[in-house]
């Protein structure tokens, strides 16, 4: 048994004996009745409110566990804000508490202190509310990870407890860029040689069972700092792994990582691949190659597969896996926008800092107000002036419509960059057709200054439960977004 939530349950919240789930024999999903809550209390309340801030902290391994964050720099940037935790536990009824999510989905296990002392864990899982309400397939979170990854083959989504690892494979291109930034790891590794140029201390056993008679030959061993040891060679292996899986690592910057590692390990040996893994169960603790530790557990974690479980006792079991909701819609549409939106497309970062704009004039030397729009629109040389600003909502739109904080928000943006146009563009759960055009917020005292939404379409089922057949419906809902937003696009630029 384990607890499935829905993320962004702010106001909806959910019951105790709602959330417990569990699996058939044939893979469905249903309620089950759940344990008291006594039981898990104190775990549940080791982790309430705990920020992805504290649960990337090296130090705070020990105390929660090693979880993976996804995008990796997720817990480095607006921490602060309700929607960065993994959930909020209400107690106005302690037989029966209430969850709040936010935009932190993931599937991970909690350990703590059980009702009579002894050890508790509790399985949980976090997922899209845009996927389909039973929280099965997770279809839709797989797919946004697909096109931000650039993997070309989704696996095989399951439905049972193995599902967690159906993510591994598509965090192992982000993970291998990050640490290929700080180059490639380099250490001392003791190699034997056994030839006429003597470099070391000689093995005499060894120099006496392989050059006896004498042959011109002297065994001995030497220290080497090297790219050629067992951190690049769990990564090697990994990287032949996820190939003999049938995945395609596609990014070009991903490729040249690759390609970097496969120069770098000339004496990779498939056989080795337990021996290399037994070497490797200790952390990375080199001041300089910060980003390889990460790296390692998601290499464990793939390779050992069904061996490591989420669940277990192993200091390097990976206690779960995170995914901030907002930040993997916004990159997968800059992926959906980038190749489909004619005319020049900017999209400033705030978690990678790439193309800030400024709101005041002296912002240049303070960085206090500095401003990303998620995207903008034929962006003018001297980022001055912009024809649209679009912003990624992952929000549904569809009943409340546009509220205040996202109005004030793209007025302002539309004012610095005197943009008469905006675009709030929000994942669709429902296929009404009223609510697929977009729907105008014209400015009071000026019709032609406006902000619209357009929503784009998340197919809810798919045939036979099959992963592919949700992509097919997918890009068809593309196809019709790109279509409405370019028609858009195309009246603005007619009328300038």
């Known amino acids: 048994m384990f607890i499935s939530l829905k993320d962004n349950r702010y106001n909806n919240t959910i019951p105790w004996d709602n959330a417990w789930k569990d699996y058939g024999d044939k893979g469905e999903i249903g309620v089950v009745k759940s344990p008291t809550y006594e039981q898990f209390e104190k775990t549940l309340q080791k982790f309430n409110r705990v920020s992805l801030t504290e649960l990337a902290k090296p130090e705070n391994k020990e105390k929660y566990g090693k979880f993976l964050v996804f995008p990796s720099n997720a817990?480095?940037?607006?921490?602060?804000?309700?929607?960065?935790?993994?959930?909020?536990?209400?107690?106005?009824?302690?037989?029966?508490?209430?969850?709040?999510?936010?935009?932190?989905?993931?599937?991970?296990?909690?350990?703590?202190?059980?009702?009579?002392?002894?050890?508790?864990?509790?399985?949980?899982?976090?997922?899209?509310?845009?996927?389909?309400?039973?929280?099965?397939?997770?279809?839709?979170?797989?797919?946004?990870?697909?096109?931000?990854?650039?993997?070309?083959?989704?696996?095989?989504?399951?439905?049972?407890?193995?599902?967690?690892?159906?993510?591994l494979p598509y965090l192992f291109p982000s993970y291998l860029k990050e640490a290929c930034k700080q180059g490639i790891f380099r250490a001392y590794v003791t190699r034997e040689y056994n030839d006429a140029n003597v470099r070391g201390p000689i093995d005499v056993a060894r120099h006496i069972r392989y050059n006896i008679p004498f042959n011109g030959k002297v065994a001995y061993h030497t220290r080497e700092y090297t790219a050629d040891n067992k951190i690049t060679q769990l990564v090697r292996h990994t990287i032949e792994y996820?190939?003999?899986?049938?995945?395609?690592?596609?990014?070009?910057?991903?490729?040249?990582?690759?390609?970097?590692?496969?120069?770098?390990?000339?004496?990779?040996?498939?056989?080795?691949?337990?021996?290399?893994?037994?070497?490797?169960?200790?952390?990375?603790?080199?001041?300089?190659y910060t980003a390889y530790e990460p790296?390692?557990?998601?290499?464990?974690g793939i390779l050992q597969h069904k061996k490591l479980s989420y669940g277990g006792d192993d200091d390097n079991q990976i206690a779960g896996i995170l995914f901030d909701g907002a930040s993997l819609w916004e990159e997968y549409l800059n992926d959906l926008?980038?190749?489909?939106?004619?005319?020049?497309?900017?999209?400033?970062?705030?978690?990678?800092?790439?193309?800030?704009?400024?709101?005041?004039?002296?912002?240049?030397?303070?960085?206090?107000?500095?401003?990303?729009?998620?995207?903008?629109?034929?962006?003018?040389?001297?980022k001055f002036y912009a024809k649209a600003v679009l912003d990624a909502k992952y929000k549904p739109l569809d009943d409340k419509g546009l509220d205040r904080d996202d109005a004030y928000q793209m007025l302002a943006y539309m004012l610095r960059f005197d943009s008469k146009r905006g675009y709030l563009i929000y994942p669709q759960k429902y296929?009404?057709?009223?609510?697929?055009?977009?729907?105008?917020?014209?400015?009071?005292?000026?019709?032609?200054?406006?902000?619209?939404?357009?929503?784009l379409h998340i197919p809810?089922?798919?045939?036979?439960?099959?992963?592919?057949?949700?992509?097919?419906?997918?890009?068809?809902?593309?196809?019709?977004?790109?279509?409405?937003?370019?028609?858009?696009l195309k009246i603005l630029k007619e009328n300038q």
Request: with cysteine.
């Open 242 to 288: 996820i190939r003999s899986m049938g995945f395609s690592i596609l990014d070009g910057d991903a490729r040249d990582d690759v390609g970097k590692i496969v120069a770098a390990t000339p004496t990779y040996t498939k056989n080795d691949r337990a021996k290399v893994i037994a070497q490797n169960l200790h952390p990375v603790t080199h001041p300089y």
């Open 295 to 300: 790296l390692r557990m998601l290499c464990l």
């Open 75 to 167: 817990a480095e940037s607006d921490l602060d804000t309700k929607d960065k935790i993994l959930f909020e536990l209400l107690e106005e009824n302690t037989e029966n508490p209430k969850f709040k999510t936010g935009n932190v989905m993931g599937f991970f296990t909690l350990r703590g202190e059980g009702k009579d002392g002894e050890s508790s864990e509790v399985r949980m899982q976090i997922t899209s509310r845009f996927d389909d309400e039973a929280g099965k397939d997770n279809f839709f979170l797989h797919y946004m990870l697909q096109k931000v990854c650039n993997m070309a083959i989704a696996p095989n989504t399951s439905s049972g407890a193995e599902s967690f690892y159906d993510f």
């Open 337 to 382: 926008l980038k190749s489909n939106c004619e005319g020049k497309l900017v999209h400033p970062n705030n978690r990678t800092h790439t193309d800030r704009q400024y709101l005041f004039g002296n912002d240049v030397s303070d960085s206090s107000r500095t401003i990303y729009p998620d995207f903008l629109w034929e962006l003018s040389e001297d």
């Open 431 to 455: 296929n009404d057709e009223n609510d697929i055009y977009p729907k105008k917020y014209a400015l009071y005292r000026d019709s032609n200054i406006f902000i619209q939404t357009i929503g």
């Open 460 to 488: 809810q089922t798919a045939k036979e439960g099959k992963y592919e057949h949700f992509c097919s419906e997918m890009k068809k809902a593309e196809e019709d977004f790109i279509k409405r937003l370019r028609d858009c």
